[in-house]
């Protein structure tokens, strides 16, 4: 079960389900059935989609130095973390924080599973992000 008790970081990224599970939000263009995500504000050209719950890793990198901020908007005990890019089934390939996996566990094709991740704003506000952790992980 997914943590709910904070907003999503932005509009129309993520909702939830029933149950309480994270789902991202994309928009099908109803001109040419293209998805783009997240969700564009645009409801009269966009089609609201919910995507795949769980996808293969596609490809990766350890981000192992402090961004440049802004745009970064992390601690300042900056510890390294993985990125990915997360095929969710035929749909479409999303970028997303890996979390949940030792680096060297990760490999092409890994079955995984979307999450959420606490993040804390610079005004201290707490708001939740989307991750992807691998798919047998709790």
């Known amino acids: 079960m997914s943590l709910t ?12 389900d029933a149950a309480g599970a994270p789902v991202l939000l994309a928009g099908r263009d109803r ?4 998805l783009v995500f997240p969700l564009p504000a645009d409801a009269d050209r ?6 795949p719950k769980h996808g293969r890793l596609w490809s990766w990198t350890i981000q192992r ?5 802004p745009p970064y908007a992390g601690p300042e005990a900056f510890a390294p973390y993985a990125v990915g890019y997360v ?20 490999r092409i094709g890994l079955p995984l599973r979307l999450t959420t991740e606490p993040f804390t704003l ?3 506000e ?13």
């Open 5 to 16: 008790l904070a907003p999503p970081i932005a509009d129309r990224l993520m909702d939830f």
């Open 31 to 34: 001109l040419t059935g293209r």
């Open 46 to 51: 966009f089609e609201r989609v919910e995507l």
């Open 65 to 69: 130095f402090r961004p440049k901020s």
């Open 87 to 106: 095929a969710l089934d035929e749909a479409i390939i999303v970028e997303s924080r890996l979390i949940g996996v030792a680096f060297g566990d990760l």
């Open 122 to 124: 610079e005004s201290g």
């Open 126 to 138: 707490t708001r939740l992000t989307f991750a992807f952790t691998p798919k047998e992980s709790a």
